[in-house]
């Protein structure tokens, strides 16, 4: 006999393992419900590498996308969902892609996949305070801009000092956020995405910490032994 043909989810939690869903402007009635809220998600900033969950590709984004958090750093795991029981804590009031997604038949998905997405002032408004330390963190750290530097960075090793300027900035600006506006640890991934020093081996680079603070190195150095 011929394999049977699935048609219907088996709740095996591979998709929900692979990530949370990126949000699209439906989902906003489910945030404005408190559904989830800005501690439950992450940003993807313009320029970032990331892996398209349609075609499985490493790209890079050419426009941001906010998602359902993982559960930790160390796992992709959507943090709604229940390893355990393999069921999702807010399947009732799931975000669209969630709803759209069929794994055995992914067209559906495909269509809607890049099509009206949520970006961080949909969430935050983009007049106010909130707005402003995005702008800014976005001048000093934005992807398109450290491009720029790390070309230069091929013709002028000097330039490897702007770069570490921009990953000393990030690194100094979540925590005067979180010390002096009291802004939640567990929100600076959606207002600022991923640290640069979990982002910038998408440039060959990494970050190694001495006892003079952050240094840069390329990804092929050795280490002085």
């Not at 050419?62 to 029981?85: A, G, H, M």
Request: aromatic content about 10%; some cysteine.
């Amino acid at each position: 006999m011929g394999q049977e043909i699935q048609k219907e989810c088996t709740r095996c939690g591979t998709c929900c393992a692979k990530g949370g869903p990126a949000l699209h402007k439906a989902d906003l009635e489910l945030y404005e419900k408190g559904v989830f809220q800005r501690k439950d998600l992450m940003t993807f900033r313009r320029g970032e590498l990331v892996r398209d969950n349609v075609t499985g590709q490493l790209v890079p984004l050419q426009q941001e996308l906010v998602k359902i958090t993982r559960r930790n750093e160390s796992t992709w795991t959507c943090c709604f969902f229940n390893v355990v029981d393999r069921l999702c804590f807010i399947y009732n009031d799931r975000p669209e892609e969630c709803r759209t997604l069929d794994c055995w038949n992914p067209d559906a998905l495909q269509e809607m996949y890049e099509e009206n997405r949520v970006t961080r002032f949909d969430i935050l408004g983009d007049n106010n305070g909130y707005a402003e330390l995005v702008r800014t963190h976005e001048e000093k750290c934005g992807y398109e801009y450290l491009g720029t530097i790390y070309e230069r960075m091929k013709e002028d090793p000097s330039a490897k000092e702007d770069f570490l300027e921009a990953v000393r900035f990030d690194m100094a600006f979540r925590k005067v956020v979180q010390e002096k506006a009291g802004i939640p640890a567990a929100e600076m991934e959606f207002l600022f995405g991923r640290t640069l020093g979990e982002t910038v081996h998408m440039f060959g680079l990494r970050i190694v910490e001495t006892e003079h603070g952050p240094e840069l190195e390329t990804i092929t150095e050795k280490k002085a032994s």
